[in-house]
């Protein structure tokens, strides 16, 4: 990996366990709010959708089975960030992006 790749949910999914009924991810859509407001910060970074159902196997390539938790932000030189306030912050640090007021 020779970027840092922001690993997001669709921005509309169905969950099987709750048939008929259409969602989305509340920390990524934040995301793609702020990817929409900065494209030129957005452009920095690799970004890949991903669908609902695991195994997501572009996550558990990336950063193992064991966190497939989504928004994901894998760092080019290995690591990992997938809490909201941490991948945040380090989108700020790393790329920018103007920090969440707190």
Do not use: W
């Not at 949910?9 to 702020?34: M, N, V």
């Not at 558990?60 to 912050?89: I, M, S, T």
């Amino acid at each position: 990996m020779t970027r840092d790749t922001l690993f997001l949910l669709d921005p509309s999914f169905e969950d099987p366990a709750l048939p008929g009924r259409t969602f989305y991810c509340t920390d990524c859509i934040t995301l793609e709010g702020l990817l929409a407001a900065f494209p030129e910060l957005a452009a920095k970074l690799d970004i890949v959708r991903i669908a609902y159902p695991r195994p997501r196997a572009a996550v558990v390539a990336a950063l193992g089975e064991a966190n497939q938790n989504l928004p994901a932000l894998a760092f080019a030189e290995g690591g990992f960030v997938n809490d909201q306030p941490g991948l945040l912050r380090a989108l700020h640090a790393r790329h920018g992006f103007p920090e969440p007021h707190p």
